[in-house]
């Protein structure tokens, strides 16, 4: 049966990639184990992707339940290193959702097959694997279409997701706030909603047994359906309206912030980077810090301060992977805005990552084109601590505006401090000002909003020399340095 594929290279399994995610050899009773791998797909298949929702908000709380995965790519483009290294990142999506990954393979095809998309003489090949490793899963590397999934689910007799369902399912793992909430849930939505019909007709053939089984369900399968979409409709309405207004409070502060003349930092960065924790070495604060992807997916604003005494604020955002699914960048747009409003944005790459140029082009895309394109960029090559000295030298040598740091070991984070205070905007008026005793309430603004350049206490009261906004600078001519 390969005949189709006459060029196809043979079938590329990424072990190497895998070795640590590979579990135990599973050579022990197999036979009881495949009926019951088959008795808990059943179960699962009823679970995760039936149309029946008794309650449409099931959709929410769905999970994929992946438990043994075999993991599937197509190599249309590029080296055969960048096609591992996407299947490892597929490997590490899937294991951040609690998976465990058995087996990947990747084919290389001139672009994806439109029925099962690998050949179709590979998905046989896909069954055998998937049997033999006791597998309950495949997960693609890539976004298919409804009856792709369908065609490929009925050939290698498993479940089958593709990449964004399994970033949608992660997504819906670690949002904590109602407004990351409502997003997700969203982005799941239209994801679902065109692939309602697809698992649908799968599942009548699964019930009919025979192949011709599909005449008798598919009239009030149809409705069901029907109703479902109508149902989820609704509640996307529902959510939309309920995004638009938590949108409107957090903009309300976003604004406010502005109207302050406060200064904004805001971490951006592929996921597991290492924002979080560059976050807590500058600001102290307790953000859940985690070797897994996506640990980030609110965005978090925290108040530091310059070594000269500035106050700014520094915001933590939801990582960003390579093929971010659509609906997503969408639907975290509103919280990625929050770099396109930032004074300086802080890039930070893992320097220990094999492909830490891919990683900042991939953030690069995203940050384009939520408008944030324009705002100054400082590069933070991070894990220092543990990259390859060469390789975080030849970072720094390629990104001009750079600086190395290692959240971990505290080592650059004072010159990042540094840099931080000499890339943010300095007020632009530099004033004089006998400030009385009784007007304490200036000189905080003055050292909040401005650079005291020097506080003087006198009789009269505090001299002060301050770079400072316009607006507190006329403020504070009504107390000339006499
Ligand atoms: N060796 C080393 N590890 C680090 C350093 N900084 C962070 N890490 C580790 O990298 C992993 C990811 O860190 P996070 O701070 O959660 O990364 P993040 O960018 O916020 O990730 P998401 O929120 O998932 O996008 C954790 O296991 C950290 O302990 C560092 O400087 N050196
Ligand atoms: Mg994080």
């Given at each position: 049966m390969t005949h189709s594929e006459g060029s196809a290279a043979p079938r590329q399994r990424a072990d190497a990639l895998m070795d640590d995610l590979l579990g135990p050899a599973d050579a022990d009773g197999l036979d009881g184990e495949q009926?019951?791998?088959?008795?808990?797909?059943?179960?699962?298949?009823?679970?995760?992707?039936?149309?029946?929702?008794?309650?449409?908000?099931?959709?929410?709380?769905?999970?994929?339940?992946?438990?043994?995965?075999?993991?599937?790519?197509?190599?249309?483009?590029?080296?055969?290193?960048?096609?591992?290294?996407?299947?490892?990142?597929?490997?590490?999506?899937?294991e951040t959702a609690g998976a465990l990954v058995c087996d990947g393979v990747i084919q290389r095809r001139q672009k994806p097959?439109?029925?099962?998309?690998?050949?179709?003489?590979?998905?046989?090949?896909?069954?055998?694997?998937?049997?033999?490793?006791?597998?309950?899963?495949?997960?693609?590397?890539g976004e298919l279409g409804p009856s792709q999934l369908v065609h490929l689910?009925?050939?290698?007799?498993?479940?089958?997701?593709?990449?964004?369902?399994?970033?949608?399912?992660?997504?819906?793992?670690h949002a904590k706030s109602r407004e990351g909430k409502a997003q997700v849930a969203l982005a799941q939505m239209q994801y679902m909603l065109p692939r309602l019909r697809g698992w649908g007709q799968s599942m009548s053939r699964q019930m009919g047994g025979g192949g011709g089984g599909g005449m008798a369900t598919r009239g009030p399968g149809e409705t069901k359906i029907e109703t479902d979409r109508r149902q989820i409709h609704e509640r996307m309405a529902r959510l939309r309206r309920e995004i638009a207004q938590l949108k409107t409070g957090r903009e309300v502060k976003r604004e406010e912030r502005r109207r302050n003349r406060v200064l904004s930092v805001a971490l951006a960065?592929?996921?597991?980077a290492g924002k979080s924790s560059l976050l807590n070495r500058l600001t102290g604060a307790g953000v859940l810090v985690e070797n897994a992807?996506?640990?980030?997916?609110?965005?978090?604003?925290?108040?530091?301060?310059?070594?000269?005494?500035?106050?700014?604020?520094?915001?933590?955002?939801?990582?960003?992977?390579r093929h971010l699914p659509h609906h997503l960048v969408e639907a975290?747009?509103?919280?990625?805005?929050?770099?396109?409003?930032?004074?300086?944005?802080?890039?930070?790459?893992?320097?220990?990552?094999p492909e830490p140029q891919a990683q900042l082009a991939a953030v690069r895309e995203v940050l384009r084109e939520v408008g944030a394109a324009a705002v100054r960029e400082v590069?933070?090559?991070?894990?220092?601590?543990?990259?390859?000295?060469?390789?975080?030298?030849?970072?720094?040598?390629?990104?001009?505006?750079?600086?190395?740091?290692?959240?971990?070991?505290?080592?650059?984070?004072?010159?990042?401090?540094?840099?931080?205070?000499?890339?943010?905007?300095?007020?632009?008026?530099?004033?004089?000002a006998m400030v009385p005793y009784t007007e304490g309430g200036l000189l905080s603004r003055a050292h909040q909003e401005g650079e005291v350049l020097s506080a003087e206490h006198t009789d009269e009261g505090t001299l002060l020399k301050a770079r400072v906004g316009p607006e507190l600078a006329s403020v504070l001519r009504a107390f000339p340095r006499p």
């Open positions: 009926y019951d791998r088959e008795e808990r797909a059943a179960l699962r298949r009823v679970a995760g992707l039936s149309t029946e929702l008794d309650d449409v908000t099931e959709v929410e709380y769905r999970r994929l339940r992946l438990e043994r995965v075999v993991l599937v790519g197509v190599w249309t483009s590029g080296t055969a290193d960048e096609a591992e290294s996407s299947l490892a990142e597929l490997a590490a999506l899937a097959d439109p029925a099962t998309y690998i050949g179709s003489g590979k998905a046989v090949e896909l069954r055998e694997i998937v049997e033999e490793a006791g597998a309950d899963t495949v997960v693609c590397d689910e009925d050939v290698v007799g498993v479940k089958v997701v593709d990449r964004t369902a399994l970033i949608l399912d992660i997504f819906a793992q960065g592929y996921t597991n992807l996506f640990a980030t997916l609110d965005t978090t604003v925290r108040r530091a301060q310059t070594p000269s005494g500035r106050t700014y604020t520094i915001a933590d955002t939801v990582g960003f992977v975290f747009r509103s919280t990625i805005e929050e770099v396109a409003d930032a004074h300086l944005v802080l890039h930070v790459v893992d320097g220990a990552h590069v933070v090559v991070n894990k220092a601590d543990a990259a390859d000295p060469e390789a975080v030298a030849r970072l720094l040598e390629a990104e001009p505006d750079s600086i190395a740091v290692s959240a971990r070991s505290g080592q650059g984070i004072e010159e990042l401090r540094d840099l931080i205070d000499t890339l943010l905007p300095h007020p632009e008026v530099e004033i004089e």
